[in-house]
């Protein structure tokens, strides 16, 4: 974050914050601007959730003149640090926080009259690409050398280790990338209907998913009576925004690979249109105006190692 976008994060032990183990930070800019209040909250314990989450106590608003800068909250459940080891996260925990420090980015460096329309209040389909983006960081041997060494011999992180993780995380990434495909076809053709269904949910289902049926179906299973997103957990009609989003992310980091991770043109360029604007502008302007053109599917081929 210092070396994209010149911020800088100071521990403030003066902030009240809502339990002993979350720390308070204070977020300013390069010129020195207060910018936002970050709480971090890593570690697990008996009254909290699981999971993973960016939360926004108070969004950037504008009120006569006078500017409210964001409260914003990352809560995660990694191990513990003991004694003698330090919390050691596996790549997955990992790549989960990079995700959602990216929302937090979206907040913190948010700019804007009002609350609704600031931060991360924007499309579904969009709110998932400053997080995404952030997720390309993890396996970029020029990020992880700054910082990502053993924590017994302080050797730094081994190339070959690198590839080994990226090999993996594309293990079945065509199955999985008509996955979900699959799943948003069905969400849609749920969503198409306008009277009530009275029909085959299997046989629906079967038909509005067989444009992306890898597998042989399996007689007397259907999943739409338990897709949770699509009925009772805000996708409706929006669960392609899953997959919309890994393009979008996917095209956006293309760039900073062809100019450099951190390169200071294109990370101005990505602040000021994307995580500066919220949901001033429409999201396509906005992405076209960062990356001079409209969204690409290649990247994402590429990224997926589906390009062979």
């Known amino acids: 974050a210092n070396k994209l976008y010149g911020l800088n994060f100071t521990p403030n032990p003066e902030v009240p914050v ?36 960016e939360t926004e106590f108070r969004s950037v608003s504008i009120v006569e003149e006078h500017e409210t800068r964001p409260l914003v909250s990352l809560v995660m459940n990694f191990t513990k640090p003991t004694d003698t080891t330090p919390s050691l996260l596996t790549f997955s925990e990992f790549e989960t ?35 995404q983006i952030m997720e390309n960081w993890a396996t970029e041997k020029e990020f992880l050398d700054l910082w990502a060494v053993n924590y017994k011999t302080g050797e730094p992180i081994p190339a ?44 629906f289902e079967r038909t509005a998913m067989a444009p992306a049926q890898v ?19 805000g996708y409706a009609a929006g669960y392609y925004g899953y997959k919309w989003a890994e393009v979008l992310a996917a095209d956006a980091f293309s760039l900073f690979k062809e100019k450099g991770i951190f390169n200071p043109e294109v990370a101005e360029a990505f602040r000021r249109e994307i995580l500066s604007k919220g949901g001033h502008e429409h999201p396509m302007t906005l992405y076209v105006n960062f990356r001079g053109h409209k969204p690409e599917t290649k990247a994402l081929i590429e990224k997926m190692g589906l390009e062979k």
């Open 18 to 53: 809502y339990h002993p183990e979350v720390t308070a930070y204070d977020v300013t800019d390069k010129d020195g601007r207060f910018l936002a209040e970050l709480y971090l909250d890593f570690f697990p314990r008996a009254t909290k959730r699981g999971g993973a989450w």
């Open 97 to 131: 926080f990079l995700h959602e420090f990216g929302h937090a980015l979206h907040a913190i460096l948010s700019e804007g009259e009002h609350e609704s329309i600031s931060g991360t209040h924007v499309y579904q389909d969009f709110v998932e690409l400053p997080s």
């Open 160 to 203: 070959d280790l690198i590839a080994k993780i990226v090999a993996a995380e594309n293990y079945q990434a065509a199955y999985f990338n008509v996955r979900q495909v699959a799943y948003a076809l069905n969400d849609m053709a749920w969503h198409s209907i306008d009277k009530p269904f009275e029909g085959d949910v299997e046989l």
């Open 215 to 233: 597998l042989p179906v399996v007689e007397g299973a259907a999943m739409s009576p338990a897709f949770s997103h699509i009925f009772a957990g």
